[in-house]
């Protein structure tokens, strides 16, 4: 029996180490294989069902929300006094994307536009549609401001051209209209004896060229020949960068298309991606981690020099014409408007610009955007982009519509688009990257204890009865030994 037992206790020390080694090899294997998994289940094909779906319906909640600003003092203003606004809203549309037309192509890139629509949420408005806002017209002060060095006589002529077809320096319309559009005779007007000044055809609104329309044709990496390089922007459009900018660097098309983002983030890679609204590439830095329904995450907030002006900010000198810093100014892009987009109620700007305008109280919470990532695998997990826009407006001889206005950059409204992955995405994401790589993890080292406490356990037991057996074998000596002895004191006798 007691080579029986040493016999099983040899067995299982062998076993423990067996196990053992199994879970140091898990230590440096398994990280590769989630790695694997990963890039496999990132890179864009029909195939992956999950990642495709995500990145070709977006079947998440997505909303925009719309804040106004609506002017309390207009007649105030075009005496030269500080413009007083208040905020309106927020009113929320539920965005709805799909990517059509979607084209791969054999040096690993994917082509596709993506379409969007808006539907009015009325129980998460704070307000209606109809609701009534005051807002400067942009067709009278953003005319005026386009149209200032024109000789005086042309200039008195818009401005009897805007009392003919009635428009004012202010405009007062539901929100609906400034939305998505109102009649405008002015606007047909132009159109028809100046075709292509406006950005449409139609009705003027502020988002009208928003609805129902796409973001250009995008061409992007599928991460097929380099996982590295998944989502980035090939081209838009035809173009591998822009024209609207001043510098090479400031016309570079960066980064992906705002929506997904390649695998295995550090606290040192950054966010860049290209925004055919803003016309320029944007970029997201690091600021901190943390944990959302138990995945992990990075944050990635806009730094302060996004919008900076080119003397604080010497690489943004190609975005100038500037003004004041936390302005861009995208005029180039927008049919030479003086448009300037900025984080809202000015956040992050240059304070001056609080001083012009009262009613304005910026705060990171409420007025900074972020997007928060799961490193490994690129995918956002809740997504907060704000943006503000304003139009810059001042008095020009001659148009007397501009009154006395005093020179200022007025916030006309704000919006945030939001979305976070919810639901059965939410609930198969958690599985397949976070509970499975945390079992593996786990088993890894398990594996590893329980083989060593195994190894220690059987090596305990067999050296024991490897001492049993050997105190037996002398025990039996010394009493043969004492029964010879006997033996012969006996004969002896």
């Known amino acids: 029996m007691a080579v029986n037992k040493s016999k099983v206790s040899a067995g299982f020390i062998v076993v423990g180490v067996l196990t053992a080694f199994f879970g140091i090899v898990l230590v440096f294997v398994g990280p590769v294989i989630i790695d694997d998994q990963v890039v496999k289940n990132t890179i864009i094909d029909p195939k992956n069902d999950l990642s495709y779906t995500m990145w070709k319906d977006l079947p998440v909640p997505f909303f925009m929300s719309v804040y106004f600003f609506h002017v309390l003092n207009p007649e105030e203003i075009l005496k030269g006094e500080k413009p007083m606004v208040e905020q309106r809203g927020p009113y929320v549309y539920r965005k709805q994307c799909r990517k059509e037309n979607i084209t791969f192509h054999p040096n690993s890139t994917v082509s596709y536009r993506e379409y969007r629509r808006y539907f009015f949420e009325p129980s998460m408005s704070v307000g209606n549609e109809s609701d009534v806002i005051t807002i400067p017209n942009m067709l009278v002060l953003g005319a005026a401001v386009m149209l200032e060095d024109l000789p005086y006589a042309l200039r008195l002529l818009i401005s009897a051209t805007f009392m003919m077809f009635k428009?004012?320096?202010?405009?007062?319309?539901?929100?609906?209209?400034?939305?998505?559009?109102?009649?405008?005779?002015?606007?047909?007007?132009?159109?028809?004896?100046?075709?292509?000044?406006?950005?449409?055809?139609?009705?003027?609104?502020?988002?009208?060229?928003?609805?129902?329309?796409?973001?250009?044709?995008?061409?992007?990496?599928?991460?097929?020949?380099?996982?590295?390089?998944?989502?980035?922007?090939?081209?838009?459009?035809?173009?591998?960068?822009?024209?609207?900018?001043?510098?090479?660097?400031?016309?570079?098309?960066?980064?992906?298309?705002?929506?997904?983002?390649?695998?295995?983030?550090?606290?040192?890679?950054?966010?860049?991606?290209?925004?055919?609204?803003?016309?320029?590439?944007?970029?997201?830095?690091?600021?901190?981690?943390?944990?959302?329904?138990?995945?992990?995450?990075?944050?990635?907030?806009?730094?302060?020099?996004?919008?900076?002006?080119?003397?604080?900010?010497?690489?943004?000198?190609?975005?100038?014409p500037c003004r004041q810093s936390g302005l861009l100014?995208?005029?180039?892009?927008?049919?030479?408007?003086?448009?300037?987009?900025?984080?809202?109620?000015?956040?992050?700007?240059?304070?001056?610009?609080?001083?012009?305008?009262?009613?304005?109280?910026?705060?990171?919470?409420?007025?900074?955007?972020?997007?928060?990532?799961?490193?490994?695998?690129?995918?956002?997990?809740?997504?907060?982009?704000?943006?503000?826009?304003?139009?810059?407006?001042?008095?020009?001889?001659?148009?007397?519509?501009?009154?006395?206005?005093?020179?200022?950059?007025?916030?006309?409204?704000?919006?945030?688009?939001?979305?976070?992955?919810?639901?059965?995405?939410?609930?198969?994401?958690?599985?397949?990257?976070?509970?499975?790589?945390a079992v593996m993890e786990y088993m890894q080292y398990i594996f590893i204890a329980l083989g060593l406490l195994t190894t220690i356990v059987a090596a305990l037991v067999y050296y024991k009865v490897r001492a049993t057996s050997s105190g037996r074998g002398k025990d039996s000596h010394g009493f043969e030994a004492q029964d010879k002895s006997m033996r012969y004191s006996e004969k002896d006798m």
């Not at 966010?271 to 016309?279: E, G, I, N, W």
């Not at 970029?283 to 995945?295: A, H, T």
Request: with cysteine; net charge negative; glycine share 8%.
């Open 329 to 437: 100014n995208v005029s180039s892009c927008r049919y030479n408007s003086p448009v300037f987009i900025s984080h809202p109620h000015f956040f992050n700007a240059d304070p001056v610009l609080l001083d012009y305008v009262l009613g304005l109280h910026p705060t990171e919470e409420e007025h900074g955007l972020f997007i928060d990532i799961h490193p490994l695998t690129g995918v956002p997990l809740n997504v907060s982009i704000r943006l503000q826009l304003n139009l810059y407006m001042k008095r020009i001889s001659g148009i007397i519509e501009t009154g006395k206005i005093s020179e200022v950059v007025m916030p006309m409204l704000w919006f945030e688009e939001n979305g976070y992955i919810d639901g059965p995405i939410l609930t198969t994401f958690h599985t397949n990257l976070v509970i499975l790589p």
């Open 167 to 320: 428009e004012g320096p202010f405009l007062t319309k539901t929100v609906e209209e400034l939305m998505w559009g109102y009649d405008s005779k002015l606007v047909e007007f132009l159109n028809k004896y100046l075709p292509g000044m406006l950005p449409s055809t139609g009705k003027f609104g502020l988002f009208a060229e928003f609805n129902n329309s796409n973001t250009g044709l995008f061409t992007i990496h599928t991460g097929r020949d380099n996982i590295k390089n998944v989502h980035k922007v090939d081209s838009w459009n035809g173009l591998t960068e822009l024209s609207y900018w001043r510098t090479p660097q400031c016309n570079m098309i960066n980064g992906t298309a705002g929506q997904l983002w390649p695998p295995f983030m550090t606290k040192e890679t950054t966010l860049p991606f290209y925004s055919p609204d803003a016309c320029r590439s944007l970029e997201l830095v690091y600021q901190r981690s943390g944990v959302m329904n138990g995945i992990p995450l990075y944050r990635f907030v806009a730094p302060k020099t996004m919008f900076a002006n080119g003397t604080d900010y010497p690489p943004n000198e190609g975005f100038c």
